[in-house]
């Protein structure tokens, strides 16, 4: 049972929690860690932080202290890639170990942070992080919780198992077609090659060609299948890629597909974004926004691919919210 005692008479006794200090000179961390066995010069530097009494004692029975709470789910929440630390002042961190692709079950985070006593604050999903990067800090608001919540807890993570993962990017074969008639003959200079070139410079991969083909339907369907004959996870597409009746990229990426996903999505710049499969080979029609913004929806999807994420049109439409980057 825990009691609470004037510092003066908790000479001998053992901490039961970190105690944070603050000073002056900027430090806030801890001063004294659960389980240090308080000493009569401790006295004026705990009065130092706050404190006139302290808790000391042992839990009852069916509740545990916040620290062993904490760790004790940190194994369920996550997925690949991750490592956690141990609990210091009631958190606990959890790191990427790889450079990679940060992925939330975003309903199981919700109800994680709904189940009384727990929270965690993550980065943002989808986001691109680096070995050692941090990803999620957790921690129980008061000192200690029910048993019932940690095994709550559990129960959560089982069900959107993993909630917290580390996507690691893989090698990817890619093709790229740049139309365009204007293009095609030399009349103005290609500004795509540079840009993709670039981008595609962030993951490993295997670039089979970069083609420039006229506005023309089987030419670009040509080139298409020679790179899927070479076994490409992605052939990426620029150009024509308006609602001008004469521009034909989108028409011929769906022809492509099998399983055709979005043409449009809510983000600007890059609102023409457009998405296919053939196979598992994924067809990426790139709006002009690209050549010109530096970042469009171009940039928020080319990790996903390369993370080999399954792509749904929902994935898509959910970014009606946030989707106007340049701001």
Known sequence: MLKKIKVEDAVGHVLFHDLTGIKASGFKGVLFKRGHVIQKEDIEKLKDIGKENIFVGELDQGFVHEEDAIKEVADDLIGENISYSNPSEGKIGFKSKTYGLFVIN??????????????????????????????????????????????????????????????????????????????????????????????????????????????????????????????????????????????????????????????????????????????????????????????TSFDIFLPRIFAKIDLKKEDFIELGEGGLLNR
């Open 106 to 295: 975003r309903k199981g985070l919700f109800d994680l942070n709904m189940e009384g006593d727990y929270t965690f604050a993550t980065i943002a999903s989808y986001s691109i992080v680096n070995e050692g990067d941090n990803l999620v800090g957790g921690r129980i608001v008061p000192l200690f919780t029910e048993k019932e919540q940690v095994n709550n807890i559990k129960k959560i993570a089982k069900k959107y198992e993993p909630i917290f993962q580390v996507k690691k990017f893989q090698k990817l074969k890619v093709g790229v077609i740049i139309t365009g008639n204007e293009v095609f003959t030399g009349r103005i200079e290609d500004m795509f090659e540079p840009v993709v070139r670039e981008k595609l410079s962030h993951f490993d991969h295997e670039l089979l060609g970069i083609e420039k083909c006229p506005d023309d339907k089987e030419y670009i369907e040509k080139v298409c299948k020679k790179y899927l004959e070479d076994d490409a996870d992605l052939v990426i597409f620029s150009g024509g890629m308006s609602v001008d009746p004469d521009d034909i990229t989108p028409s011929t990426i769906k022809d492509l597909s099998d399983k055709f996903i979005i043409q449009g999505m809510p983000v600007q710049p890059g609102n023409m974004l457009t998405l296919g499969m053939r196979g598992k080979t994924y067809l990426l029609g790139v709006p002009g926004a690209s050549m010109h913004s530096k970042f």
